[in-house]
């Protein structure tokens, strides 16, 4: 996994807010991969009693998942306030007649301010590239998850932006797109928090654009800007942005310059605790080997 620099919060959770009343209208990739991630849903039987969206944004998820577990209580997590905000506007009103409304909450997967093994199913679209500490996360999410629960997420790959990424490259010494984490090394991440039977796959979506900037522009509505610690200090020199245009535009094919999204599916379960038949916990016990201490 590459060294990236750190992502700045409190300019994320600023650069989120303020996205947040239209970031719906710009959010066409997350809204396409929110879809997919649903139709997995049908292949996996799970009926939860309670579901967490870890990093929810506007909600993009909530009908959706309320529709195919009608008897589930959920928590639109996020990092913003504003994009909770807009989430808990999602929910039907008639919900709260029937005390399963959505519950709103303001934190970081990172450190949630939820109980232990309070969730059967854990759900996070397009949230975890947005983690300094990815294994961190992971076992966060175990923490509240319930023996026997299921976590299903989507993030981003490494070839994602790459023609941005190249683009910028050689043009200054700062960093201006981020770093993506391998699907293989998330599996690992899985198992060293200690989930079951991860099970990952990838996919390449691509969009086109007009100009570099109109690029930019759907990323700065999606509160996608660069808060890396890395970044420039200031405004992006002309000069500077002037060479990503031309280095862009070796990218262009039928009139259109492309922007390459790799987006990584996985989902786990969190095995049951293993006992005796009468109850007992079961303890392993390993022998050393000749040598070992």
């Known amino acids: 996994m590459d060294s990236a ?45 309670a579901i967490l969206d870890a990093g929810c944004g506007t909600g993009n998820a909530v009908a959706a998942l309320q529709a195919h577990f009608p008897h589930a209580t959920l928590c639109a997590l996020d990092l913003a ?44 679209n397009l949230a975890l590239q947005w983690m300094n500490d990815p294994p961190r996360a992971f076992a966060e999410l175990k923490r509240v998850l319930a023996p026997g629960g299921l976590l299903m997420f ?23 797109v981020n770093r993506f984490i391998d699907m293989h090394d998330l599996g690992d991440m899985l198992v060293h928090a200690g989930f079951a039977d991860p099970v990952m796959d990838m996919e390449y979506i ?20 660069n808060s ?12 500077v942005l002037a060479a990503v245009e031309h280095n862009y535009e070796r990218f262009r094919q039928a009139g259109r310059l492309p922007a390459t999204f790799e987006v990584v599916y996985g989902h786990a ?21 000749d040598g070992q201490r």
């Open 206 to 225: 691509t969009l086109t654009y007009a100009d570099v900037r109109a690029l930019m522009r759907d990323l700065k509505a999606i509160g996608a800007h």
């Open 5 to 49: 620099p750190a992502i700045d919060k409190r300019r994320l959770r600023a650069s989120f807010d303020k996205a947040a009343p239209g970031y719906d209208a710009a959010a066409v990739l997350q809204h396409e991969v929110c879809r997919r991630m649903l139709a997995k849903l049908e292949f996996i039987k799970l009926r939860p009693a």
């Open 154 to 176: 989507s993030t981003f790959g490494p070839d994602t932006l790459r023609e941005l990424r190249a683009a910028y490259a050689e043009t200054d010494n700062y960093t201006h």
């Open 269 to 289: 379960w969190l095995p049951q605790p293993r006992t005796t038949r009468d109850g007992k916990p079961v303890i392993e016990i390993k022998a050393l080997r």
């Open 81 to 124: 306030a504003g994009m909770v905000r807009q989430a808990r506007a999602r929910a039907p009103w008639w919900k709260s007649v029937l005390g399963r409304n959505v519950v709103p909450v303001c934190g970081d997967i990172e450190q949630l301010p939820l109980r232990a093994a309070t969730f059967d199913f854990a759900w996070s």
């Open 228 to 239: 890396t610690t890395g970044r420039p200090p200031g405004m992006t020199a002309r000069a």
